[in-house]
């Protein structure tokens, strides 16, 4: 009975070369958001989608870019991995925008070599 | 800014005792403040939410209190057990902006 699906759980990519890690829900939430989160530290806001409208963070760097081609699925991109990059990565759901009670998935934790 | 503090370092309580977190916030007055917990490698999980007009707030053996004068808010674990040894997030917010976590408090609870 999971919620929320993050797929693949752990991705390594080369320095510079795109990756894009997904997300999928079966909640059927309106807002789905992207966090990321670096050792012992909070997790940070990218961006989030309320149906169809994006909505970026304003110290989102331009390296991160997203994609929701429906309810069910969101993808995070990055277009030129750096060192800097290397992250646990969070997807979560919610039914209405704004910070209610967030879904978060289990992440995917991403290694750039 | 807007800040978040929670203590940083780990709390390590002996089983059975009253676990305390602490979470302050300075130069915003949330509406509302929630809790979450996170495990090792995993996604942070919605514990409890308490408004601005509640003073405490209580789940089985999680009791929050949030104090608008003090921009603080207690989270309590009750009897703790083994099973609750993980991070604790906090996130203050303002109606309608974005959730924004504090850095969180490891608890380490010993048989």
């Known amino acids: 009975d999971a919620m929320v699906i993050q797929n693949p759980r752990y991705q390594v990519t080369q320095f510079g070369k795109p990756v894009t890690l997904s997300c999928s829900q079966t909640?059927?939430?309106?807002?789905m958001y992207w966090y990321q989160q670096k050792s012992s530290q909070a997790p940070k806001l990218l961006f989030h989608y309320y149906d169809k409208d994006f909505n970026n963070e304003a110290d989102t760097p331009d390296n991160f870019q997203s994609r929701r081609p429906n309810t069910s699925f969101c993808f995070l991109d990055i277009r030129s991995p750096g060192l800097g990059d290397a992250a646990m990565y969070l997807c979560a759901t919610s039914r209405d925008p704004g910070a209610v009670e967030q879904y978060f998935g289990p992440g995917t934790r991403l290694t750039v070599t | 800014s807007q800040k978040i503090e929670q203590n940083s370092e780990a709390l390590n309580i002996q089983e059975g005792k009253t676990a305390t977190l602490t979470c302050n916030y300075t130069?915003?007055?949330?509406?509302?403040l929630q809790w979450y917990r996170q495990d090792p490698g995993r996604g942070p999980v919605f514990l409890l939410l308490i408004r601005e007009n509640e003073k405490e707030k209580r789940k089985e053996r999680l009791k929050v209190t949030f104090d608008t004068t003090l921009k603080q808010s207690l989270f309590h674990i009750t009897a703790s057990q083994p099973a609750d040894s993980a991070t604790y997030l906090c996130a203050p917010t303002d109606a309608g902006n974005m959730l924004t976590f504090g850095g969180g408090t490891r608890l380490m609870v010993k048989p």
């Open positions: 909640l059927n939430h309106n807002v």
């Open positions: 130069n915003y007055s949330p509406a509302y």
